[in-house]
């Protein structure tokens, strides 16, 4: 995210870190962060309680806290699950991801200097990694390599060179985020994350900062509506129902891959959109509304061009999660884009 202050006003535009690495971090096994803790909860529970009575003539009670862990990861990835649908089932949808909000809240328990140190840990273990490594969480096995894009961090420096002010806004953990970002020069009073509120101890809980008229512990996160909340309680101090309302004086630039980021980059002035064949947010951009839009295909492992348009009849989701059409700032039905920006 970009700022300027030119005229001493703040102009934030936000270059979205992956939410990967937060997942990476919250699933690692056996150091990983929250979710041993919750192991250690779930064990306790009526379920593997009977397993251990029982003897469990199938595992080994070493086992068992593995066996809670896949289904941890099988029920954050198998969206398809009635199962998952139902733990994930949320309020306000443009909000709130349910799913984003449990990677912090595994971390429950621990302090920010813990949370950090383990994400330096893991940022070290994974940047090294060659391309298409793989690790293992619990049974299943997912992604094991990371990397920066380099044209990110000439994206970033050319701005804070050139007087801009660059921020980072993200569905993903304040603490994994912040110390990511010191890899491009982003201080970690420039990170917008999931903030987890702390107790008398110092130790992370499972609730959140609030933002706008949501009260702490309350149903919201940076995502969709809640990214333009957090950037305008942050950055500008707007409070109440205002910092849900899109500003006069727009940011200058935001950057963006993810559905999630759409009302983010559409309250800014120029927008750069990372195609990742994300329906709402490709949609708005192809259609590129005042011609402030630009698409640029992944710099890593691009994705192949749709063969069909992209549907932004039905590209929107709704607070209730109802899908709709997409509409441009005026109202008007944003048509059927075709997939058109490719190495």
């Known amino acids: 995210m ?20 937060a997942r990476q971090l919250a699933a690692r096994q056996p150091q990983c962060l929250g979710v041993q803790r919750l192991l250690e909860e779930r064990a306790r529970e009526a379920r593997v309680a009977e397993a251990l009575a029982a003897g469990d003539a199938v595992e080994d009670r070493a086992q068992l806290p593995l066996r809670v862990l896949s289904e941890l990861v099988a029920n954050a990835y198998d969206a398809d699950s009635n199962e998952v649908q139902i733990a994930w089932k949320q309020g306000n949808e443009r909000r709130l991801e349910p799913d984003f909000a449990w990677t912090p809240q595994l971390m429950a328990g621990y302090t920010h200097a813990e949370v ?9 273990v994974e940047l ?4 298409d490594t793989t690790q293992t969480i619990g049974t299943t ?12 961090k000439d994206l970033i420096h050319a701005a804070q060179t050139r ?17 990511a970002a010191q890899m491009v020069d982003v201080p970690a009073d420039h990170v917008i994350g999931i903030r987890s509120k702390t107790d008398a ?25 809640g990214k333009r909340c957090y950037v305008n309680k942050v950055v500008y101090g707007e409070t109440g129902q205002a910092a849900f309302q899109r500003r006069a004086d727009r940011q200058w630039l ?16 120029y927008k750069l959109a990372i195609n990742r064949n994300k329906s709402d947010l490709m949609c708005h951009a192809y259609y590129n509304e005042r011609s402030t839009w630009v698409v640029n295909p992944m710099f890593i492992e691009p994705k192949a061009a749709k063969s069909a348009p992209y549907a932004c009849g039905a590209a929107f989701v709704d607070e209730a999660g109802l899908a709709g059409p997409a509409r441009d700032e005026g109202g008007n039905l944003i048509p059927d884009e075709a997939d058109t920006v490719h190495p």
């Not at 970009?2 to 690495?21: I, K, M, S, T």
């Not at 090294?128 to 391309?131: G, R, S």
């Not at 007087?163 to 110390?179: C, F, H, K, L, M």
Request: glycine letters at 10%.
């Open 2 to 21: 970009l700022a300027e202050r030119p005229r001493g006003g703040a102009h934030v535009v936000g270059v979205q870190l992956h939410n990967r690495l």
């Open 116 to 124: 950090q140190a383990e994400t330096s840990a893991m940022l070290a």
């Open 128 to 131: 090294a990694a060659a391309p």
């Open 141 to 152: 096995t997912d992604n094991g390599w990371l990397r920066i894009y380099d044209q990110q």
């Open 163 to 179: 007087g801009y002010e660059v921020w980072i806004i993200t569905a993903s953990p304040q603490d994994v985020i912040q110390t």
């Open 201 to 225: 101890n110092g130790k992370l809980t499972r609730e959140f900062e609030g933002c706008g008229d949501v009260p702490d512990g309350g149903d919201i996160i940076p995502y969709i509506q």
């Open 254 to 269: 935001a950057a963006g891959d993810s559905d999630s980021d759409v009302e983010f980059l559409r309250d800014a002035k």
